[in-house]
């Protein structure tokens, strides 16, 4: 740990914003380290990376002498763009901080800062203003327990006020309650969600070597997914605190009363800080819910379509042959390529005994394509009856089997 971070983690007890800034700089420190021990000049995934790209390349080539790929701009494009990309993010820290660091973290601050209209950080002013509400907090309770001390007189007495006040929901203890609800709904989201994304940069690297291959894709794409998630989180929680904070600015001014704290200004700062926990609740569900519809890679599309590939090709069973003649009926007025009729009345006698009496020719014709599982004989036979010759009628005798 440098000697700024430790600087920083001595004072993140401070406040929100001490802690904030601590947190980034040692999720900054720890993906560093972590970059470096994995690919690295001395990394001990080296060997694996270089296996694994080995293998990538031979897939390819494989694919080539088999015939199930080509040499094409439409088949080396995402092959050589997913391999330049996994380089470059694999192997440069630099890269690494520059692209991925700076998007997930800088991205959402300045999109709140543009919307609270904030100059700056928006997370670090949206920080320093629940330190500013904190200490107002404290220093009301300060005063209303030297006024309750000076109440009862000091010593044995005040003790007594003291005890009785602590075990009732008496307005000093409806404000802590609300203080404590709101630093859970604020400075626990936002620690939490900056701790689990420097986390998932630091082993980000290892999921990004994995999205060489389609069989790993998916954990590319759920680390991805992680990383919007806990990205976006901040965001939600500045725009939304920040509506928060200006309702509870009158209420904390109104804490401190002519006897000491108002009950009616501290059960509302418990009323606020409720709602504000259950808005990052809510916060909460719907990044996950914006997040889970993302279809990184298409993969949501490809398993949509290995999904409905069985189901489409599965062969529908036969039907009855009054439901064939009900649905071929109304295909008799249509023109419909007939299958050439053979000659033989063993052949016709089959064809007649496969569909029901009273039904036209070309009813028939295309029951018995429909049902071609009925009239097995039948369908030998116009097997064998077909040949070279049957390719060359004339024009006139088509002409004339499709009139009929």
Known sequence: MSGACDRLAESAALGVAPALRAVDCLSNEAAAAAFGRLFGTQGALLPALTILLTLYIAFFAISLLTGRSALGISALTPRMMTLGLVLTFATSWAAWQGTVWNLVIGAPDQIAGIITGARGSATQIFADRIDLIFSAIAEVADAGANSATNAAGGGEGAGAAAAAASGSFSPGNLMWLGALLLMLGTVGVLLTARIALGVLLAVGPVFVVMALFKGTRGLTAGWLRGVVLTAITPLFVVVGGGMMLELLVPVVAALRGAEGIDGRAALALFLIASVHVALMAMVLKVAGAIV?????F??????????????GGAVAAPASPAQTAEAAAPLTGRRIALVPQAAGAGIAGAETSAVPAGVSRTSRTVIQQATGGHAPQASSARTRARGIGSRFQAATQRKREFIR
């Not at 889970?292 to 990184?296: A, I, L, Y």
């Not at 949509?304 to 069985?310: I, L, M, Q, T, Y």
Request: proline share 5%; hydrophobic share 35%; no cysteine.
């Open 292 to 296: 889970s519809g993302w279809q990184v």
């Open 298 to 311: 298409g993969l949501a599309e490809a398993r949509e379509s290995e999904r409905a590939g069985p189901a």
